[in-house]
Structures are given as C-alpha cells and as structure tokens.
T-cell receptor
C-alpha cells in the first residue's frame, strides 16, 4: 500500500496566482480530509468528504478556497487567488469507516509558499 | 467547542532521561483521544487511540494514559530516534465524520 499520496511536495507561487493541490487517498478509504498546518494555528481541518461528497466545509477560510472529489481516488484543493497568508503545509488524510481505532492516515503534505 | 492544549511546547532530553508530555482537553463527550508522531517534512503518524479514563497503551518506549481531563505520553529512556513532534487530538462523540481536533504539539529533542 503506497499510503496517501499528495502532490506537489513543494509549491512556490506568486500572490494572485491559482494553486491546485492534489491528493490520492488509500484505496478503499471512504473518508478524505484536508488539513492545514501553520506554526501559529497548528493543524486545522478545512473540509472533509465521505464517499466523494463534501460533508463539512466550515473550516474553509474563504471563498478563495475550494475542494473537489470527482472520484474515490482523487481530490483537489484549489486556492484562487492565492495570498501570502495562505502559506502553510497542507495535508490530506483518509480513513475507512469502522477503522477509528487506527485514526487517520496522513499524506506527506504540500508545503505552499505564496510570495 | 472542543479544545486541546499540549504542554510543554518543547522538550530537550538527554538520551535515557525519561519524561512526560501533557495533553489537556475539553470536549462534549469523548469518543477517542489520539496520539500522533510527526517527523520534519512528513505527515503525522498514528501512535495510539485511548477511549476511556484509566486506559493505557504502550509501544516500545512510549506509554499513553488517559484521565477524564487529560492524557499523558510517557517516554521511558528515550533515544535520539524518538526526537519528533508529538500531537494529541480528540474526537467528540457528536463529531460528524469522526473529525479530529488537534493540539499544538510538543517538540521533543533527544540528545545523545
């Protein structure tokens, strides 16, 4: 099992540009979560999906952020337009219903720098 | 609102010097408390889940305990490879989708 795969690992972009982060969850996992990690705020949940349907997006900071999950093996998080305060590490995590005992499995993250 | 506070923020230990990390939480009905380890440049890695006060879990040099208000992660005779950030998270019974709320973490550095 390759685990949760995120791309790119690093992204540097200029303010105002569109940024797309990608995630491939573990096969068979029906929940997918997007988290953001910063020194000031720690890990914050942005949005999560169940069976490809967005369930709770209350953590999405602004309308500039959007997320999609077109199928069970792929999700994107898009920021348009990007701002310097969006600089953070973005993590994707997945889990399978009934597997609470083992928590989530996280990807290695995408470090986003907006200059 | 669920809250998790971890202390200390950072901990420097000599190899073999045992210590404990604290995780204080407030949640309306605890479903589970989770400990994760995070290495630089990587995502959090699952360590333990605790469900009820009095429960304990062990893995190598790590032991996690749980009370009604806090959890401790005890590191016994640590080695340099135990250096990492340790994250605590809670899951409320009412949390839809089993959402986790994380604390700020404790950065542990073990010197040889």
């Amino acid at each position: 099992d390759a685990g949760v795969i995120q791309s790119p690992r690093h992204e540097v972009t200029e303010m105002g540009q569109e940024v797309t982060l990608r995630c491939k969850p573990i096969s068979g996992h029906d929940y997918l979560f997007w988290y953001r990690q910063t020194m000031m705020r720690g890990l914050e949940l942005l949005i999560y999906f169940n069976n490809n349907v967005p369930i709770d997006d209350s953590g999405m900071p602004e309308d500039r952020f959007s997320a999609k999950m077109p199928n069970a093996s792929f999700s994107t998080l898009k920021i348009q337009p990007s701002e310097p305060r969006d600089s953070a590490v973005y993590f994707c995590a997945s889990r399978k219903t009934g597997s609470t005992l083992y928590g989530y499995t996280f990807g290695s993250g995408t470090r986003l720098t907006v200059v | 609102e669920d809250q998790v506070t971890q202390s200390p923020e950072a901990l420097r230990l000599q190899e073999g010097e045992s210590s404990s990390l604290n995780c204080s939480y407030t949640v309306s009905g605890l479903r589970g408390l989770f400990w994760y380890r995070q290495d630089p440049g990587k995502g959090p890695e699952f360590l333990f889940t605790l469900y009820s006060a009095g429960e304990e879990k062990e893995k190598e040099r790590l032991k996690a305990t749980l009370t009604k208000k806090e959890s401790f992660l005890h590191i016994t005779a640590p080695k340099p490879e135990d250096s990492a950030t340790y994250l605590c998270a809670v899951q409320a019974r009412k949390a839809a989708g089993n959402k986790l709320t994380f604390g700020g973490g404790t950065r542990v550095l073990v010197k040889p």
